[in-house]
């Protein structure tokens, strides 16, 4: 991989990061309550029945984990071959772990009132 395809390479990651970054901060402040899938298209009563600032909370939390996940994973993903397959596994995991997470916030009623 020449360097010039790895500076691009992490340059766009970073710049994905900072977008992402911005739209946790943007959700946390309340102004993205559009943004939250199925919030934004419930009646009055059903938003009632949620804990919005808790919702905001917990969905920017999740956006900046991926958020500082995401340069890592281009980092890991330009290292030696012998170092990337074990780093890129732990990354993999913890991919895997925060849509879980974002199942059983709506599932178990976290976020429920």
Known sequence: ????????????????????WLLGKYIANGKGDALIAGYNTASVQEKAKYDIVRMRRDISLIIYIVATILPLLGVVLCLPSHYAI???IVLAVIIVIIPIAA?????NGWVKK
């Open 86 to 88: 074990i780093a890129a």
């Open 103 to 107: 199942v059983l916030l709506r599932r």
């Open 1 to 20: 991989m020449s360097l010039v395809f790895v500076v691009i390479y992490l340059f766009v990651l970073i710049a994905c990061s900072v977008s992402l």
